[in-house]
């Protein structure tokens, strides 16, 4: 049974970074799998994510330049590194896996809206 668990949240200045990593179990390789968040009063949006076929990485353009997606296969963990953390940055930030033929057709859209997400961790930027 796929479990997808976040960590890494927490509260952090303007200009800082974190990084949130996401453990999986139940895994299947021919899964997309990315990062969603929703901030307060808006809908969820797809950050970032990697295709099964090719591993090739998708980057929102809210966050490209900023935040990088890899992945540990050993250790059945995607990490996110955000870096130059900004207030608009501001969500809860979900851990998605979606079926490739999904993600090939919608891309992040589609992990936003047709995935399955983790519980999600709160990342908070302010001063």
């Known amino acids: 049974q796929l479990r997808l668990v976040e960590s890494g949240g927490g509260l952090v200045q303007p200009g800082q970074s974190l990084r949130l990593a996401c453990t999986v179990s139940?895994?299947?390789?021919?899964?997309?799998i990315g990062w969603v968040r929703r901030a307060p009063g808006k809908e969820r949006e797809g950050i970032s994510g990697?295709?099964?076929?090719?591993?090739?990485?998708l980057y929102s353009d809210s966050v490209k330049g900023r935040f990088t997606i890899s992945r540990d296969n050993a250790k059945n963990i995607v990490y996110l590194q955000m870096n130059s953390l900004n207030p608009d940055d501001t969500a809860v930030y979900y851990c998605?896996?979606?079926?490739?033929?999904?993600?090939?057709?919608?891309?992040?859209?589609?992990?936003?809206?047709?995935?399955?997400w983790g519980r999600g961790t709160q990342v908070t930027v302010s001063s």
């Open positions: 139940g895994f299947a390789l021919d899964y997309a």
């Open positions: 990697i295709d099964a076929r090719d591993g090739s990485l």
């Open positions: 998605a896996i979606g079926a490739q033929s999904m993600y090939a057709k919608f891309g992040l859209r589609g992990l936003a809206n047709f995935g399955s």
